[in-house]
């Protein structure tokens, strides 16, 4: 059952004299009565009462006493009323902890409980971190976190700094994390991302949007704690367009190939001025600049020369692999002689094998192999390194043509089209899938403008003599349809251009996809 506790003020007056009003909380009923035998000595004639401002209704869950408030005595008996009957029912829903429970208190036991199972861990970290800062409180040691979490997704996680780093801008509107969860609203919402997109691209807005999503759902389903409907219903993401087609132009390679060589000149000197330093086994600054300096003498003799970043551009160039795959990637994983890398894990989940080309083995054997990663860059000093390669190299660093180390990949997945296109049956959506390592093939859909021979090779087949023989077209009302046997896929006949030409052995003749799109529809 639940009762009602009028928590209300005492207010003691005067007719007439406002000045002589005075409020007293509840518990303080001795005090209201001194006041009121004051003003009677004053020959004055109180009047006491007690407000109907505040109610407390208490209740119990499982054995837990509960309570809920209210602001008049009309809502705490229509609380204590529906308390009763749900409990009656069995169908009471308990909210206490929702309307007890910060926004802020979530965000921090989701770092604490859900963030470490997860692969942007750091990220997720950095952004709640920065909500929290924005907000007052005080930023989470993510080092210590993710060591005291029993089942972290990556157990060999390097957090440089423990409480990470700022990655944007501050954002007064952020303050809406002191709130209840019950009490969040979708505007407290939408006013932060209006707000963040006055200063960061749509794409990030959307991304913090997904931890706001995730702590909710976290909240909502795996916590138990109950509201009456989702905060975020009714919140609509922004709406942007992030692809990007940014490949190498003229002689960029070639001079970021060069940007390359000096940076392995720098990379070569700190690991060999780190090896010396370490043999001298001795900890002063002296010595450790001693070593440095004779690191630099025998790096700039070339007699030692270690490609780190040149031979890390050529893999992104000719494997395709992500960033976090190739800086993940053990000596373990590779095999030289037969010019493979195993991916266990991937960006979608499933392992994959990245076939090494010839001259691609012949780099690799040129890095030592004395770590255990076969390229032991972190992360911060590989982009610090890539944002002075290009500089270097005169590429722009900002702006939409500045050239990023995703960009690679597009570059390595276009130039396997470009060559499919030029090879006798050429490569197909599913040939690039295979190279991509993408788990769906409509990501693949922007290269099809780059394999147009290799289609036209295989569509001149299927429709010429042979290919009606074999059953790989058919002749229907007037017109040659392809048929099941031609194994041509979907997807690349609805990718082509509307109207394709195909050589023949003599003349030259057009083939309208138009009829065969119509029929398969």
Known sequence: MAHIENRSRIQVKVKNRDDLTRLFAHNHAEAAQRYCASLRGLQLKPLVALLDEAYMVRYYVHGKRKSFTATSAAEAEAIQKRIEADQYTGLFVDYTQAHQTSFADLLIRYLKEEAPRKKGFAVIGYQINMWL?????????????????????????????????????????????????????????????????????????DRELDVFRAVCNAAMIAWRIHVHIDPMSGVERPKYFNERDRRLRDDEEARLMAAAHQEDHLWTERSLGQQLFDDQQSTTKYQRLKARAEARKIVS???????????????????????????????????????????????????????????????????????????????????????????????????????????????????????????????????????????????????????????????????????????????????????????????????????????????????????YRKAAA
């Not at 509107?173 to 006055?198: G, H, N, T, W």
């Open 133 to 205: 800062e924005d907000a007052g409180y005080e930023r989470q040691d993510l080092a210590a976190i993710h060591a005291a979490h029993p089942n972290p997704q990556d157990p060999s996680l390097r957090i440089p700094k423990p409480t990470g780093r700022r990655m944007s801008h501050p954002s007064e509107a952020a303050v809406f994390i002191k709130k209840s969860f019950a009490a969040l609203l979708p505007e407290d919402f939408r006013e932060y991302m209006d707000e963040r997109l006055q200063c960061v691209e749509p794409a990030t807005v």
């Open 301 to 515: 003799s070339e007699t030692c020369h270690v490609p780190m970043f040149a031979s890390f551009i050529q893999f992104q160039l000719m494997t395709a692999a992500r960033r976090s795959e190739t800086l993940k990637l053990k000596w373990n994983q590779v095999d030289l002689d037969r010019q493979t890398a195993f991916l266990p894990e991937t960006k979608n989940g499933r392992p994959r094998t990245l076939p090494l080309r010839a001259d691609l083995v012949a780099l690799l054997r040129e890095l030592p192999q004395t770590g255990e990663y076969v390229f032991p860059i972190p992360v911060d000093y590989l982009r610090k390194a890539w944002l002075r390669m290009c500089e270097a190299s005169g590429i722009e660093t900002l702006g939409s043509e500045r050239l990023r180390i995703h960009d690679l990949r597009h570059e390595a997945i276009s130039r396997v089209a470009e060559a499919g296109s030029q090879t006798p049956g050429g490569f197909s959506l599913l040939d690039l899938q295979a190279f991509s390592g993408h788990r769906d093939p409509r990501m693949l859909l922007r290269y099809t403008h780059l394999t147009p021979t290799g289609l036209a090779t295989r569509l001149d087949a299927a429709f010429s003599e042979c290919g009606l023989k074999y059953g790989k077209a058919v002749i229907y009302r007037g017109r040659t349809r392809l048929t099941e046997k031609a194994e041509l896929p979907m997807s690349e006949l609805m990718s082509a251009p509307i109207t394709i030409a195909i050589e023949g052995n003599s003349n030259q003749k057009v083939v309208d996809l138009r009829a």
